[in-house]
């Protein structure tokens, strides 16, 4: 069973990876036994969380705006400066806009489809010979797709451009998974819930008002993410192929 979960020797690159959820997984891979790399726009965090990251195993800051296909392809080619290969990519940089139906922005659409949806795609295929590289027999390469469950049910949020981005996401995920598969790498997503980091505030500044909505009582923590990031990018899941884990204590399906 250690060897099932074990990620001793693997390879994973983490967009998004300086706080929040990308934070989170960040954490588990390298507790798993990965050499993590992380990717953010702002290099000082990046960096302060690579170094703060280092207690648990080898972590590596890539500070890069990875936003759309040249941004992808940007960081895709910094990765490929220090590996030949990649074991585990978490496509986990997001970005959110709210603003009322009548006054919604074309600068607020792109931002976040460009970074949220976009990003996903070329990135992997930009990672796509890594990838094949980093599958062997017995052993398949994994993407992950950081989601949302606003892509699954519906929040009364003014935020279209988000919750279109992160339903074409799990969209998305199984046509790549369908595809991918052929080269034994696998795709599958994770849709969080309220999970406390600095794009959902509410959660991380909950005063129990917001965990009273979910069923399970408690807003996400941290082994919770920890733990399905680690099972997606492991041995144990090797037979879902373009699923969606939903992590959320239930509160998709109280909606």
């Not at 994973?12 to 960040?26: F, P, Y």
């Not at 369908?178 to 909950?206: C, H, K, Q, W």
């Not at 008002?209 to 733990?227: E, F, S, T, V």
Request: glycine fraction near 10%; charge should be neutral.
């Amino acid at each position: 069973m250690i060897d099932l979960f074990s990620l001793e020797g693997r390879v994973a690159l983490v967009t998004g990876g300086s706080r929040g959820i990308g934070e989170m997984m960040a954490e588990g891979f390298l507790r798993a036994g990965a050499k993590v790399y992380i990717s953010a726009r702002k290099a000082a965090v990046c960096e302060a969380t690579a170094k703060k990251l280092s207690e648990f195993g080898e972590c590596i800051a890539l500070p890069a705006d990875a936003s759309g296909a040249e941004g992808a392809r940007a960081l895709a080619a910094r990765y490929l400066e220090h590996e030949t290969k990649l074991d585990i990519l978490v496509n986990n940089a997001g970005a959110a806009w709210g603003e009322p139906f009548e006054k919604f922005s074309e600068g607020g659409w792109d931002k976040v489809v460009d970074l949220n949806l976009k990003t996903p795609f070329f990135l992997t295929q930009a990672l796509y010979g890594a990838l094949k590289a980093g599958a062997t027999e017995g052993r398949s390469a994994k993407v992950i797709n950081i989601a949302s469950i606003d892509g699954l049910s519906i929040n009364m949020q003014e935020t279209y451009s988000y919750a279109a981005s992160k339903a074409g996401l799990i969209h998305l995920t199984k046509r790549m998974a369908l595809t991918l598969i052929a080269d034994n790498i696998i795709v599958n997503a994770i849709a969080p819930g309220a999970f406390p980091s600095e794009m959902n505030r509410e959660a991380r500044d909950d005063d129990g008002k917001l965990a009273a909505l979910i069923p399970a009582r408690r807003i996400g923590n941290k082994d919770d993410m920890m733990g399905a990031a680690v099972f997606l990018a492991s041995r144990a899941s090797d037979y879902m192929v373009g699923s969606t884990l939903v992590v959320d204590g239930g509160l998709t399906w109280k909606r």
